[in-house]
């Protein structure tokens, strides 16, 4: 569970580095990620569920997840593993093994988000529109993302629907042809949250294991 967790939260960890002189972006692409990154950083809070796919070539297995967050801090459920981000550190809590691990982020890392996959263009990315769709009703912008440098990803592949400006698939393939893929659904904004949402309670975990790192 914990490599599954490590993958899932890779797909976020596009990069944080300058942008190369290399890298390429048509206009369309750019007009679209920029309005949805807008409109996802004008709310207050987001929530959604999601269906995360692995597998060789093609998805062979998929769980399901939740994840919340108010742009600067998350909280992200997915196969008895929880992470929380406080806005300070990140907590790791697997109830199956009743470990709980505590660390900074790296400079490195972005949050899981849907503003990391939106904001990650900027970052190495070169960026092209590949046509639009209709998935179970709805239409949907198709963009293309390859690497301007060998980072182990092939493509990802983003679907928005950009009339409601909000990204609802994911599509990552690695170079060695593995795939992971993000299916956003029951998609929530602007919620009454607990201001104990994104907050650690360490008086809840007497019997766990808690390391700092």
Same mark, same amino acid.
């Given at each position: ?8 939260? #890779? ?30 950083? #004008? ?5 959604? &569920? ?26 992200? &459920? ?19 093994? &009743?470990?709980? %691990? ?13 503003? #990391? ?14 046509? =639009? ?12 993302? %390859? ?7 092939? %493509? *990802? ?23 992971? *893929?993000?299916?956003? =659904? ?10 104990? *949402?994104?907050?650690?309670? &360490? #008086? ?10």
């Amino acid at each position: 569970m914990k490599i599954y967790l490590k993958v899932i939260l #890779s797909l976020s960890f596009l990069g944080n580095i300058s942008m190369f002189n290399s890298q390429s972006i048509d206009n369309k692409s750019k007009n679209i990620l920029d309005s949805v990154t807008k409109s996802y950083k #004008s709310k207050k809070n987001s929530y959604f &569920k999601f269906v995360y796919g692995t597998g060789k070539s093609k998805v062979s297995q998929s769980q399901t997840g939740i994840f919340y967050s108010d742009n600067n801090r998350y909280k992200l &459920k997915i196969m008895g593993i929880e992470q929380i981000f406080d806005g300070n550190k990140i907590y790791n809590i697997n109830d199956e093994d &009743k470990e709980i %691990t505590i660390s900074k982020p790296d400079g490195n890392q972005a949050q899981f988000s849907p503003l #990391s996959y939106l904001d990650s263009y900027k970052n190495e990315y070169n960026v092209s529109y590949s046509g =639009s769709k209709t998935i179970n009703g709805i239409p949907v912008d198709i963009l293309k993302m %390859t690497p301007v440098k060998n980072n182990g990803i092939k %493509t *990802v592949m983003l679907y928005i629907n950009s009339p409601q400006k909000k990204l609802i698939k994911l599509e990552q393939i690695s170079t060695n042809n593995d795939i992971a *893929v993000i299916t956003i =659904s029951n998609y929530k904004e602007n919620q009454a949250l607990s201001p104990s *949402v994104f907050n650690f309670d &360490k #008086s809840k975990y007497q019997n766990y294991i808690i390391t700092e790192i």
